[in-house]
């Protein structure tokens, strides 16, 4: 089993920055990839970004592709995500999420069926 706890979500005026932090516990992460995705009020959850444990590799979705960074600290099984110049549209609940068997180190899945473990989700609110 696989506990995830977002933190650092919150009020922000747009072209701002947040840094959104996943801290894992309950089993290694060799082979897994863990990913971030949003869900607007009355929206489906989106994929924002993954990253392969292993291998650091990212594959981002176009919306956020050249502002947001993921990371991870292996040491602390830690996974970031580094929002820079938020939009009104960034606004949403942000959850973290484990793929337990991504098809490949270099191949990340953005499909939340995909995933077999998610926080609880951390709130941003992106100020016009």
């Known amino acids: 089993q696989v506990q995830l706890v977002e933190s650092g979500g919150g009020l922000v005026q747009a072209g701002g920055s947040l840094r959104l932090s996943c801290a894992a516990s309950?089993?290694?992460?060799?082979?897994?990839?863990m990913g971030w995705f949003r869900q607007a009020p009355g929206k489906e959850r989106e994929f924002v970004g993954a990253?392969?444990?292993?291998?650091?590799?990212?594959s981002y979705a176009d919306s956020v592709k050249g502002r947001f960074t993921i990371s991870r600290d292996n040491a602390k099984n830690i996974l970031y995500l580094q929002m820079n110049s938020l939009k009104p549209e960034d606004t949403a609940v942000y959850y973290c999420?484990?793929?337990?068997?991504?098809?490949?180190?270099?191949?990340?899945?953005?499909?939340?069926?995909?995933?077999?473990?998610w926080g609880q989700g951390t709130q941003v609110t992106v100020s016009s």
């Open positions: 990253i392969s444990w292993s291998t650091g590799w990212t």
């Open positions: 999420a484990v793929d337990r068997d991504p098809p490949t180190p270099y191949s990340l899945r953005n499909v939340r069926g995909s995933y077999d473990y």
């Open positions: 309950g089993r290694t992460f060799g082979g897994v990839a």
